[in-house]
């Protein structure tokens, strides 16, 4: 727990990392210490941390643990090449349908680069390294912008009903969240009536975490089957889809958690706004569309075993088995991108300008 009281998958002292096993919960609490950037490249790898954001935070600090307990005799040009090398072995811990990692791996090796530019000490790259991944832990303003703007968009009484999916929250994150973030943030400022969440099945972050997070949060909730969803809508019980991202392109079209697409396609027909909250380092202005996002693809145990392929076979041997971990939402479906500098609305002409921007805007 977090000395907000937030729930924390990141405990983090220099020197010391431990990462909540989230395969664990909502049953066992167990932290795992990780020492150097294998422990950290496994525990990404089999989900120990998960949520984009906290992958690429994890993945960062695993590496800082590691040079401050290194004792090292080389160049600074040695030590940021060891570094970058570190970084690169990190990126590799999952397929990359998510871009912090990578995009924090990037500005972390131009930093040590930079820095072995002006430094005769190999000691001071990796001071440089721990101070920068250390910056990287707090941010609620996502929370914050998004309850503001839905407040302008669905009034003030409180009578907001949302529906999120998969998990944003402080496990995948390492505040309040993003989507979980604006919930909680609508939740303090009295306008939420209640809190819809998916299973988010196979892997059931929705179920296993979010829930979890929302009971914590003392949060009006209720969890429906991913298959509820349109009837949710059709029932006109919410107001607003809320979810995160792993990858926005430069057009607005997102990648996130399987299962989000068809509540964009859902919320449209239903006339259900549809919001993604994501930070702004989740926003890729390389990719032009969402046709260039590689999709991960997660083991068929996923479906066959129970507990997302924690638990036992449940399925006949044989059956083939196609389980892509992402899917893309066309920008054409989504209302508005919250963000920690401001919320965008006509996504397609407006990502750059929130890039380029240093204050904030709506
Ligand atoms: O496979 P996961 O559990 O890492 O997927 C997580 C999601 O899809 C989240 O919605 C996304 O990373 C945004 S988290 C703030």
Redesign the pocket.
């Known amino acids: 727990m977090g000395e907000s009281g937030a729930l924390q998958s990141i405990v983090y002292h220099r020197g010391l990392l431990r990462l909540l096993d989230?395969r664990k919960l909502p049953l066992e609490e167990d932290y795992i210490e990780v020492k150097c950037s294998a422990d950290g490249w496994n525990a990404i790898r089999d989900?120990v941390v998960?949520?984009?954001?906290?992958?690429a935070i994890a993945a960062a600090l695993a590496l800082a643990v590691e040079v401050s307990r290194l004792d090292f005799t080389g160049t600074p040009a040695e030590a940021a090449a060891f570094v970058s090398k570190k970084l690169e072995y990190l990126v590799s811990s999952?397929p990359p349908?998510?871009v912090?990692l990578s995009d924090a791996a990037t500005k972390l090796q131009n930093l040590v680069s930079r820095t072995a530019e002006t430094t005769e000490d190999a000691q001071a790259i990796f001071q440089a390294y721990i101070e920068a991944t250390e910056t990287m832990l707090v941010d609620d303003a996502i929370g914050l912008h998004g309850a503001k703007f839905l407040k302008q968009q669905h009034g003030n009484s409180i009578h907001t009903s949302v529906l999120t999916?998969?998990?944003?929250?402080s496990l995948?994150?390492s505040g309040y969240?993003?989507?979980?973030?604006v919930i909680h943030a609508l939740h303090s400022g009295g306008i939420l009536k209640n809190a819809f969440c998916t299973e988010?099945r196979p892997?059931n972050?929705g179920s296993r975490?979010t829930a979890f997070e929302l009971i914590h949060e003392k949060i009006p909730a209720m969890l429906i089957a991913d298959s509820a969803a349109a009837a949710l809508m059709k029932n006109r019980s919410v107001q607003a889809v809320i979810?995160?991202?792993?990858r926005i392109a430069a057009n607005g079209d997102t990648?996130?958690?399987?299962g989000?697409y068809n509540l964009a396609i859902s919320a449209k027909h239903h006339g259900v706004q549809f919001y993604v909250?994501?930070?702004v380092t989740?926003i890729d202005l390389s990719l032009p569309s969402g046709e260039q996002i590689v999709i991960?693809e997660?083991p068929p145990k996923e479906l066959l075993n129970s507990e997302g392929g924690l638990g036992k076979q449940v399925v006949a041997s044989g059956i083939s088995v196609w389980n892509p971990?992402?899917d893309v939402t066309p920008a054409n479906l989504i209302t508005a991108i919250i963000t920690e500098k401001g919320v965008v609305t006509k996504i397609s002409f407006n990502l750059q300008t929130v890039l380029a921007s240093e204050t904030h805007f709506c």
């Not at 999916?165 to 929250?169: A, D, F, M």
């Not at 969240?177 to 973030?181: E, H, R, S």
């Not at 990648?255 to 399987?258: E, L, Q, S, T, V």
């Open positions: 989230q989900m998960r949520g984009a954001p906290a992958v999952r349908t998510a912090n999916h998969c998990n944003t929250g995948a994150t969240g993003t989507a979980l973030g988010t892997f972050q975490l979810v995160g991202a792993d990648a996130n958690k399987i989000t909250a994501a930070p989740s991960e997660r971990a992402f």
